[in-house]
């Protein structure tokens, strides 16, 4: 069993940024250093070369701006949901060189889709109710409480100018074209069951 919760990534920047606490080791965040020890590929963590540090000799992320985040360009949270989802040892890890920036953007983006596929179920929490029917009639398992939809997250309490939104969607374009096929292939799922069952939730 995985749920796989795709939040709204016009926002989730803005989350990471507030959720993240510098450590006194070198500037590096316990995010980062965490991050690193996630990011281990093929068997060893990425190199300082392969994976740098975005933010050198602070001590606190007060002075570090939505746009100096978004900006650096070793940020785990950019596209996280592809990388997480992605076999990336098709485009040789963190190594940069093996493939052109639109090369490895596409083998990654087209794993993540294969991957999710392959899933026997995965749920959107904008869509609660309906992640629920689906796993109950994956799994064959009745939730004893429903679902309870609620769209609020920490990022929502973080506003975004529409400049901001526009520079956070360009460097998160591998995420958002992923949301929209998890979306297709939730609904399609959704659809087969209930023109299976006949009993489900688009027909109540």
Not at 77 to 92: E, I, K, P, S, Y
Not at 123 to 140: C, M, P, R, V, W
Not at 175 to 190: C, K, P
Request: hydrophobic share 35%; glycine share 6%; aromatic share 10%.
């Amino acid at each position: 069993m995985l749920w796989s919760s795709f939040t709204d990534i016009t926002t989730s920047p803005s989350c990471e940024i507030q959720s993240r606490g510098l450590s006194a080791s070198g500037g590096m965040s316990a995010e980062e250093r965490r991050g690193k020890l996630l990011a281990t590929c093929n068997g060893r963590e990425p190199t300082p070369d392969e994976l740098p540090s975005c933010y050198q000799g602070q001590d606190s992320w007060s002075g570090v701006t939505l746009e100096e985040f978004i900006n650096c360009q070793h940020n785990l949270a950019r596209n996280r949901q592809v990388h997480m989802l992605a076999d990336l040892t098709l485009v040789g890890c963190y190594n940069l060189s093996k493939y052109s920036p639109e090369e490895r953007n596409a083998i990654m983006l087209e794993s993540a889709k294969a991957n999710l596929r392959r899933f026997s179920y995965f749920g959107l929490t904008e869509f609660q109710k309906e992640s629920q029917y689906i796993f109950e009639e994956t799994f064959n398992l009745q939730f004893k409480k429903a679902f309870e939809q609620s769209n609020d997250t920490h990022a929502n309490a973080e506003p975004l100018t529409e400049e901001e939104r526009a520079m956070v969607m360009e460097v998160n374009g591998l995420d958002i074209q992923l949301y929209e096929f998890a979306q297709e292939l939730f609904f399609r799922r959704l659809t087969y069951m209930e023109e299976h069952e006949g009993d489900g939730i688009l027909s109540s």
